[in-house]
């Protein structure tokens, strides 16, 4: 059964969940994922499109 309940926060994924493409772009899953949309977001959007990531850790590490 599933129940529709009201909002009650917002909780942030683990630490090791961060930034996770900025400090894995070698994990199999992002190559074979995840770079290929970003590339075509750079492709589609250039204009909109930022080199550099917005990281949630300061250092990206």
Do not use: C, W
């Not at 772009?25 to 750079?42: A, E, F, R, S």
């Not at 990281?55 to 990206?60: C, E, R, Y």
């Amino acid at each position: 059964m599933t129940r529709v309940e009201d909002y009650k926060g917002f909780y942030p994924a683990e630490a090791y969940h961060q930034d996770f493409l900025a400090k894995n772009p070698n994990y199999p899953y992002i190559m074979i994922y995840d770079l290929p949309k970003v590339g075509n977001l750079k492709q589609v959007f250039p204009d909109l499109y930022r080199n550099d990531p917005v990281l949630l850790t300061k250092s990206g590490s």
